[in-house]
């Protein structure tokens, strides 16, 4: 089933945007780098199952949102994790206490929808 997240000028450049389709959350981000390419993915983190876009820091810049809970980053395009609990609501921690945070469970990717435009709609596939 596809769902229409609404028109390519709904979501600014440079800027997560989250909306809900289907009963779930996504993050759609467009960069001002590529304005006619959009990226999806699931708007939760692969750690504990939070959003990527409520809570007290998360942030997105050049391609990459980090989970404002655990500060773990994510490309936004690939779903890549490039960076697994780092810290805690925005603050850094020790390398050693980062197993502590994680609560064992290993670095996961992003989930990243399947996305298309047509007629200027920002259209995904999940």
Do not use: Q
């Not at 390419?37 to 699931?42: F, L, P, Y």
């Amino acid at each position: 089933m596809t769902y229409v997240l609404g028109g390519l000028a709904d979501f600014p450049l440079d800027k997560a945007t989250s909306v809900k389709a289907g009963g779930t959350s996504y993050v759609v981000v467009r960069s001002s780098e590529a304005p006619d390419d959009v990226c999806v993915v699931v708007n939760k983190c692969p750690h504990a199952g939070l959003s990527l876009t409520k809570g007290p820091r998360g942030e997105y810049a050049d391609g990459v949102i980090t989970c404002p809970w655990h500060n773990s980053r994510f490309d936004v395009c690939t779903g890549e994790n490039l960076d697994w609990t780092p810290g805690v609501a925005g603050i850094a921690v020790p390398r050693w206490s980062r197993k502590l945070i994680a609560m064992g469970k290993s670095p996961a990717p992003l989930e990243v929808v399947a996305v298309t435009i047509e007629d200027g709609k920002v259209v995904i596939d999940p």
